[in-house]
């Protein structure tokens, strides 16, 4: 109850003096023009944390903008934890304080809350205040450089906070065989810091070991073995940027977990990120500012990516590297998410695609399929540069295209062996009333490459030992600039649903513009279809 009148008493203050500079206005009668009154006060912010010995400016908007009387008064609910002037407020002590800011009678808001914290100013007091820390503490480095002897290491869960341009410099020598920092406790929070290995110094910059919730916001790695390594860990990063660093910049074993926030709080890495790839390894959520990406699996079953520009991503990606994490990212997954594939392993269910959301396969992804099993089904969604691999021959189809598609850049291939191979596998089926584009894609081995009810366009492909693109005689597809290399037909252009061996002659079947609404550009095209008809070539 005391709070509450204190607040109430507070508000009151501030509100009369508002109201007495309004009325001081008006104190020469008729000689002073009416004003316009001011309407009200708009803080930037209405409620900020702080550390100790901290300072920010609130920016007050006076509305509306002809209100004659704009001068804004400043006041401090708790001087003593938050002092006010102008505007800038500076933290003093642990506490609350409520800022008043009011102009001609009407007043705003803003509480602050002071958290309390260690300010270290030197390499000595940095490793007493870590030694002697309790739960929750906040340890706080004053800017400049400081140069370690040795490693430093967080053992009880704080926030290790720096001013700007403070900067942690990794021992040289044998002195830095461990990482410059390492978190080895739950819930660790490292902020507005800059670390930097020494020449033949630290192994790693950052390292996070057996602990959950730590997080990383503002930090910036540079001149490690590795940025920062999560092993048996989880981290969530914002605004980390990572640069020079031998191995990478974010390196995860098994079970590592690191979590890229939102783009305003993106994350830089320009140079090798490798992750692990392995079964039941980590599910990675990632936004990037870079965009598509290459890999290379070693021996370890490790994926190393490479983040290039070749090819744009969406924000808020999720890297997989198994079936399980692959099911659980495509069922969670946002309207325009990103999904990238890496490494080898076995789809046991159809993964359902919709809503934007791209799945892109890194360099050396393979995802294998038995049996009738359908790979993808797709809604409005797109595949880019994966490899998907059909290991018998059983009927199925490996992508259903049920609503707009895009495959782009994938490889399809099959165990299909020749024109006497009874086994039906098709790369792509698509529904009618839908539009694919397919572009730039392999089909290797296969029953058939595409089986095309709908319209689009099939551009830029390679299609080997495959009997060839099917489209209905009543689709729109435009065929353009496909290599075609020992099949048994290219393009078949078909009349009805059923398909038959009699379409399978050994000839390259092609339709213009004349048959159907299909159009072959810039294709090899036999002087006849399969019931003889002559083709105006393109």
Avoid at 166 to 189: C, E, H, M, Q, W
């Amino acid at each position: 109850m005391k709070c509450k009148r204190f607040f109430v008493i507070f508000c009151l203050a501030v509100l009369s003096l508002g109201i007495l500079a309004f009325a001081a206005c008006g104190s020469d009668g008729d000689a002073v023009p009416v004003d316009v009154s001011v309407s009200a006060v708009v803080l930037d912010q209405t409620a900020v944390t702080m550390s100790v010995g901290d300072q920010l400016t609130l920016k007050a908007n006076i509305e509306p903008a002809e209100a004659a009387d704009r001068q804004v008064q400043w006041v401090s609910s708790s001087p003593a934890v938050a002092a006010v002037s102008a505007g800038t407020v500076t933290a003093l002590s642990a506490g609350t304080a409520v800022i008043a800011a009011s102009a001609g009678g009407a007043v705003a808001f803003c509480t602050v809350t002071v958290e309390a914290g260690t300010l270290v100013a030197d390499v000595s007091a940095l490793r007493t205040a870590l030694r002697e820390a309790d739960t929750g503490d906040i340890i706080r480095l004053q800017a400049g450089e400081y140069s370690l002897d040795a490693p430093l290491s967080i053992d009880v869960p704080l926030t290790l906070q720096g001013e700007a341009g403070a900067l942690l410099v990794g021992p040289a020598g044998d002195a830095g065989k461990g990482a410059v920092l390492s978190i080895r406790a739950d819930g660790v929070t490292v902020r507005n810091l800059t670390i930097r290995g020494a020449e033949n110094g630290a192994k790693d910059g950052i390292s996070l070991a057996n602990c959950l919730q730590a997080r990383l916001e503002g930090v910036t790695v540079e001149n490690c073995l590795a940025g920062i390594r999560i092993e048996n860990a989880s981290a969530a990063l914002a605004g980390v940027t990572t640069r020079s660093n031998e191995e990478g910049g974010v390196c995860l074993t098994a079970e590592g977990e690191a979590i890229y926030l939102s783009a305003d709080e993106r994350c830089s890495f320009g140079e090798v990120l490798p992750i692990s790839a392995s079964s039941g390894a980590q599910n990675i959520a990632i936004d990037l500012p870079a965009a598509y990406h290459a890999a290379e699996l070693n021996a370890f079953g490790e994926a190393r990516l490479v983040w290039t520009t070749e090819q744009g991503m969406t924000d808020g990606a999720v890297l997989v590297g198994d079936y399980a994490s692959l099911s659980l990212a495509a069922a969670q997954a946002l309207p325009g998410q990103a999904i990238c594939v890496a490494g080898e392993f076995a789809l046991e269910a159809c993964i359902s695609l919709t809503d934007g959301v791209t799945v892109y396969g890194t360099r050396g992804n393979r995802l294998s399929v038995s049996g009738g099993l359908t790979a993808f089904s797709m809604r409005g969604a797109s595949l880019i540069g994966v490899c998907i691999a059909k290991t018998d021959n059983e009927d199925a189809s490996l992508v259903r295209v049920l609503g707009d598609a895009v495959i782009e850049g994938c490889t399809f291939t099959g165990v299909y062996d020749g024109l006497a191979d009874e086994g039906r596998t098709r790369a792509i089926e698509q529904s009618a009333g839908t539009s694919v584009s397919i572009k730039n894609s392999m089909f290797e081995n296969l029953r058939q490459a595409a089986y095309l009810q709908g319209d689009g366009s099939v551009v830029g492909n390679e299609v080997r030992g495959t009997r060839g693109f099917v489209a209905l005689l009543n689709t729109s597809i435009t065929f353009a600039e496909n290599l075609f290399e020992g099949n048994g037909a290219d393009i078949i252009i078909s009349s009805y649903t059923g398909v038959t061996g009699n379409l399978y002659e050994g000839q390259t079947v092609a339709l213009s513009a004349a048959n159907g609404g299909c159009y072959v550009i810039n294709q090899p095209a036999n002087e006849y279809c399969d019931d003889g008809k002559t083709l105006v070539k393109n």
